[in-house]
């Protein structure tokens, strides 16, 4: 059941419901398979996982931050 097929058939809304599950007052939805972060396999390395450049450093960053001009 999606959050809006929820409020219709409860006679809430849909910002209500969503208040509820972050107060704990409701449980939230149960975890998507297809959302589930992906762990290694056996004798796979966890690098393959996320792309890196050669060398094994991280992307720079697109935006870097720049000091204010005085």
């Not at 058939?9 to 969503?18: D, N």
């Not at 704990?24 to 890196?52: K, Q, V, W, Y």
């Amino acid at each position: 059941m999606r959050i809006g097929e929820l409020a219709a058939a409860s006679g809430l809304t849909t910002k209500t419901i969503h208040f509820y599950e972050q107060t704990g007052l409701m449980p939230g939805p149960p975890p998507h398979p297809e959302r589930l972060p992906r762990l290694p396999r056996a004798g796979e390395s966890p690098a393959r996982l996320h792309p890196r450049r050669p060398g094994g450093r991280p992307q720079p960053r697109r935006n870097p931050v720049r000091p204010r001009p005085a």
